[in-house]
């Protein structure tokens, strides 16, 4: 199994909603990333956890704060975001870390109202 | 500072043509290089990677890259393209430092003509 899984695949919040984006892998990597990446745009690195514990947090604004429940998880949680947080959100997984390959997800459309 | 450059941000060719997407990049180090490819709305996938070796490496779908470490660069190459590859590619360089991470170019959309 060489599939990252991302739910939900479309995700509408207002500005004061709280919500949550899921990531799940079964290939026992023991690193785990987010992206956003905006439309035309190459992905930007947010965060990556390795053995389960943050070991890169890019200066992302605290109104998105990770989560890595165990080495198969990983949730990010939004709250207070603004539109110019619309964007998608990739999550990916890899084996010790870079520079092995990272397995990407499909995403989440995050749009923020 | 390290960076990856792609100079070309749409290219256009017939199915059946053959194909190179250019890619340099900037970086002191031994590079770790990769080229992914990004469907409208999925994540990306991995066509191939150079880490040390023989300089041409071979990937999925028929791709292949030569790294050419005097240009610095890690051009991606098809000899006859299908339609199915039109999509979005990026080329990446990992930084390997204290604090480990992977640097992508704008990247290259490819559009198919039929």
């Known amino acids: 199994d060489t599939e990252v899984t991302q739910t939900p695949k479309h995700l509408v919040m207002g500005m004061t909603n709280k919500k949550s984006l899921k990531c799940e892998q079964h290939m026992g990597h023991r690193a785990m990333y987010w992206y956003k990446q905006k439309a035309k745009k190459p992905p930007e690195l947010m965060f990556v956890?390795?053995?389960?514990?943050?070991?890169i947090n890019e200066s992302v604004p605290s109104r998105f704060s990770p989560e890595c429940p165990n080495s198969s998880l990983l949730n990010l949680h939004l709250h207070a975001l603004q539109p110019e947080d619309s964007a998608l959100y990739l999550c990916?997984?890899?084996?010790?870390?870079?520079?092995?390959?990272?397995?990407f997800g499909p995403g989440t459309r995050l749009t923020v109202t | 500072a390290q960076s990856v450059t792609q100079p070309d941000i749409h290219i256009t060719v017939s199915e059946g043509a053959s194909l190179e997407l250019r890619c340099n990049y900037s970086y002191g180090a031994t590079p770790y290089l990769f080229w992914y490819v990004q469907s409208p709305g999925q994540g990306l996938q991995l066509l191939l990677k150079y880490f040390s070796g023989d300089t041409l490496v071979q990937g999925i779908k028929g791709f292949e890259a030569e790294f050419k470490r005097s240009q610095s660069s890690f051009n991606l190459r098809k000899p006859s393209v299908h339609w199915s590859d039109a999509a979005e590619y990026f080329c990446?360089?990992?930084?390997?430092?204290?604090?480990?991470?992977?640097?992508f170019g704008k990247g290259t959309r490819l559009h198919i003509l039929p």
């Open positions: 990446a360089v990992a930084i390997m430092n204290r604090d480990d991470k992977i640097i």
């Open positions: 956890y390795s053995y389960e514990k943050l070991s």
């Open positions: 990916a997984s890899s084996q010790g870390g870079l520079p092995n390959e990272q397995y």
